[in-house]
């Protein structure tokens, strides 16, 4: 059986600091957390849930209002499938795109990188393979 967590242990668990939690539950990235008798928050395995998908969504670089209007259609009910699938789609598109500057970035500081290690070894630093490659 799961016991509630503190947002202290949540924020252990999951390397997001307490008052990060606080502003998402707040703008609604999160749900309204669970909370005791006494109003302190008691995050359920469902609570947990989410917080794990807002981490996964912000660490893919969706912004904040997209991650709220995810939660708010995901609360509209199943007639919102489509507008979820829309949204989710259109963040993968621009995360597949921010991969591909990522990677053409990577591509140039490894070229860059053998140069310097051919340099090292031979004494001469050459960029003839690489048309309009010059010294930066």
Known sequence: MFVGLTIKEVSEQFGIPSDTLRYYERVGVIPPVTRTAGGIRDFSSEDIAWVETAKCMRAAG??????????????????????????????????????????????????????YEVAVETGNLSWDDAPGEQEA
């Open 62 to 115: 969706l912004p904040i209002e997209a991650l709220i209007e995810y939660v708010r259609l995901f609360f509209e009910g199943d007639e919102t499938f489509q507008a979820r699938l829309d949204l989710l789609s259109e963040q993968r598109d621009l995360l597949l795109e921010r991969k591909k500057q990522l990677e053409e970035t990577l591509a140039r500081l490894n070229y860059k990188i053998a140069r």
